[in-house]
């Protein structure tokens, strides 16, 4: 779908990418990284929008420096920013920028009620997109980005400014644009968390550079630990699991268990019921965007500002 | 998410005819679109006719086509007046030459372009739908044409209809063919330059202003303070009868700039004071090579203003 060779973008006083490769296979890739990584840039040239400074990128197999228009006939993008006029309906707009991707008069509209529809959102499309809450607007973006039937989307943070609910449903509508529709996906987010559910592949940048690039699977595998909170005796809970071949690590009252297999719920709560103490809770835990970049030495010191992000989304 | 699914309905109602088979919805998922993409010229004409109806206020709200339309009527009214007036009167000609009429009407048509550039180029910018334009098949000298082009053929309209009005009134009062149809040639000629001249220095103006309070206000200072200002600086060099003068200050001005242009190679008389004009061909000549330059101009900053709106 999308690669890149040592691609690096330089303006007169940042360094918005540095070098960075990085193969995006059909499916849901996430794209992680802090604000100012790099993220929206890479967009940008993906798009054929901005030149890269040096290395090249291929979307689709086609070559961004020369291919861009063709690039755009064919892929979607839904900006993080606000875009909608507020004075027209939703089917309104989203039937101009099928036109503008296109589309044939008639064309653009069926695929305006049909992409609308398959977004969720149903009689409020014929009223100006002013009166629209934050769901109803980022609802509408991504029709606009998918209303061409593109081979690939490009989302910048569409979870942006929506509450809990409101970015499960995103997540939800964007797991489906790969399952239902057949079309691939490229999310960014600056939360690893919500990205970990919806994406087959992660790819963490930071600073512009590729920090890993793996699929979810592999990364879950990785950070997946269980929390253990027993009413009493920790230690020798402890020394319990340890003997039965598990890794664990006691931290305060927790005691963190890596997860080897399914065999390791039945193994703790066998363990507990024998010391017949209380289980007060037992919760998967995935290690915070921090952990991963504490495996990185070289990034080890940007643990701090992005594990406040990654713990919001938890706390959400 | 929420789809509608497989729903039979109809109820007993549908059973009772038996051997009709009951209606079904089915629930027909996402299709995927395997027609026909036009490419980048068919997107440059959609953005095109998208503005230029919106510069009449057509597939926007009722409210904003009041002032447009206003507008359209305040220019066509003196025509029909002056129609009027040629077949009842008897005259052998109109009262106002075809080239004259658009700058007796030149508040008119500033007003319009003062509306109608904020409304094409600010909102895009003032409501960030411009990135949604360049992920789009097109470049951006497609944008900066189709708008550009827009507007010029709105104000067109503006102008050119009144003139029509004026040649379809003349022939109905039977007056000289031949004079008339070489009159109305030559004002479709000078409003064709000057709506490219005023819808590139209103979008030029509205491009830098994203708040359109500001762009309309910009646009009117503009147009009229140039303009009163070179009519007073004009009129005292009336005063110290120095004619040669005139003509030269009317190149400051956009209504003046047309107006020493379509006097020279248009034949038309004048309104600058004592009807001066260019002097000689030399500055005939040179009111043309600025008014060229100025469509050129504006257009080139339009495409440098783009160049950073980009995607961000």
């Known amino acids: ?316 | 998410m929420t789809q509608p699914e497989v729903a039979v309905p109809g109820g007993p109602a549908a059973g009772a005819g038996a051997g009709t088979p009951p209606d079904v919805i089915h629930n027909i998922g996402y299709r995927n679109y395997n027609g026909p993409r036009l490419g980048r010229g068919y997107a440059r004409l959609a953005l095109f006719s998208q503005s230029l109806r919106g510069a009449y206020g057509l597939g926007r709200s009722a409210k904003s086509k009041v002032l447009p339309m206003i507008l359209f009527g305040a220019m066509c009214a003196p025509a029909l007046i002056m129609v009027a007036v040629a077949i009842f009167a008897d005259r052998t000609d109109l009262p106002v030459a075809y080239t004259r009429y658009a700058v007796i009407l030149q508040a008119v048509i500033t007003l319009f372009v003062a509306a109608q550039a904020p409304q094409s180029v600010s909102r895009d910018l003032r409501f960030k739908t411009t990135p949604l334009y360049f992920s789009r098949p097109i470049e951006r000298v497609d944008y900066v044409a189709a708008k550009y082009a827009a507007l010029t053929v709105a104000l067109f309209l503006l102008t050119a209809i009144p003139l029509v009005i004026l040649y379809v009134g003349a022939l109905l009062a039977k007056l000289s063919f031949a004079h008339q149809t070489a009159g109305f040639a030559k004002g479709l000629v000078s409003v064709l330059l000057l709506s490219l001249l005023f819808a590139g220095i209103g979008l030029v103006i509205a491009a830098v202003t994203p708040r359109r309070g500001f762009g309309v206000a910009a646009i009117i200072a503009v147009f009229v303070v140039s303009y009163a200002a070179v009519s007073a600086v004009q009129g005292v060099a009336s005063n110290q009868e120095n004619y040669d003068a005139i003509g030269w200050l009317g190149l400051f001005s956009p209504i003046t700039l047309v107006d020493g242009f379509q006097t020279w190679f248009l034949g038309a008389t004048s309104a600058f004071p004592h009807a001066a004009g260019p002097a000689n061909a030399g500055v005939g000549l040179l009111y043309l090579l600025v008014l060229l330059a100025v469509i050129a101009g504006t257009f080139g900053l339009l495409m440098n203003r783009y160049r950073k709106v980009g995607l961000s």
């Open chain 1, 1 to 316: 779908m999308i690669a890149t060779e040592s691609l690096s973008k330089r303006y007169p006083r940042v360094t918005a990418l540095d070098r960075l490769s990085v193969d995006v296979t059909p499916g849901v890739t996430g794209l992680v990284g802090a604000n100012g990584a790099g993220k929206s840039t890479l967009i940008k040239i993906l798009l054929g929008l901005s030149p890269a400074t040096e290395g090249r990128a291929a979307v689709l197999g086609l070559d961004v420096a020369t291919d861009g228009p063709q690039i755009r006939s064919l892929v979607g993008y839904m900006p993080e920013h606000d875009c909608l006029p507020p004075d027209v309906s939703a089917t309104e707009f989203v039937v101009h920028m099928a036109r503008m991707s296109g589309l044939p008069p008639t064309a653009a509209r069926e695929r305006t009620a049909d992409t609308l529809r398959h977004v969720g959102l149903y009689e409020e499309r014929y009223r100006p997109m002013g009166g629209y809450s934050t769901g109803m607007k980022q609802r509408v973006k991504l029709a606009q980005a998918l209303v061409h039937d593109p081979k690939l989307v490009l989302l910048d943070e569409p979870t942006n400014g929506l509450d809990p609910t409101g970015r499960d449903e995103m997540l939800g509508l964007i797991r489906r644009v790969h399952t239902d529709f057949g079309i691939s996906v490229l999310v960014t987010s600056h939360l690893l968390g919500e990205l970990e559910r919806t994406s087959d592949h992660i790819v963490v940048i930071d600073g512009g550079k590729l920090l890993r690039a793996s699929s979810t699977s592999e990364f879950t595998q990785a950070t997946a630990s269980l929390a253990v909170e027993v009413t009493d005796r920790e230690g020798e809970l402890l020394t319990l699991l340890t003997g039965a071949g598990l890794t664990a690590q006691a931290s305060g009252h927790l005691l963190l268990v890596d997860i080897a297999d399914e065999a390791t719920y039945d193994t703790v709560r066998d363990a507990v019921a024998g010391l017949g103490v209380g289980l007060v809770r037992m919760e998967q835990r995935r290690h915070r965007i921090a952990e991963l970049f504490i495996d990185d030495d070289t990034t080890a010191t940007r643990e701090d500002a992005p594990s406040k992000e990654g713990d919001g989304r938890d706390a959400a």
